[in-house]
């Protein structure tokens, strides 16, 4: 996920600089977002769910995923495949406004996900 992250900010300060985007650099962020959310559910096998209440966050006893990653994979593989969809979308963008908006709507389907699947901070 902080792979996927750095490439989602380094798209995020392309759309809020003021400056006009690097399409070629953009889409290519965008097309490895898209595979990496292909993969991303993957990594949640039955078998890697570690999540107990109250745990310090240390990742060798622990995840920031909520146990709902498991008990509705179903859901979660969803909105991964959604949201790589979005990305490859926004990878195969020729103008700008096109990809501003296929971003915004990718932003909107994370943003929908991490309310689901990641452990709010204390």
């Known amino acids: 996920m902080d792979n996927i992250d750095s490439h989602m900010d380094a798209i995020d300060w392309m759309l809020t600089s003021g400056k006009a985007i690097d399409l070629t ?55 991964a495949a959604a949201a790589s969809s979005l990305a490859f979308t926004a990878s195969r963008a020729r103008h700008e406004g096109d990809f501003r908006k296929t971003m915004a709507a990718l932003r909107t389907a994370c943003d929908s996900c991490h309310a689901v699947f990641v452990k709010a901070d204390p």
Request: aromatic content about 14%.
């Open 25 to 79: 650099t953009a889409t290519e962020h965008a097309d490895t977002i898209s595979v990496m959310l292909m993969a991303f559910p993957h990594l949640f096998p039955p078998l890697t769910n570690q999540w107990r209440p109250n745990a310090v966050r240390d990742p060798a006893h622990d995840t920031f995923a909520t146990p709902d990653v498991w008990t509705n994979f179903s859901e979660f593989y969803r909105q």
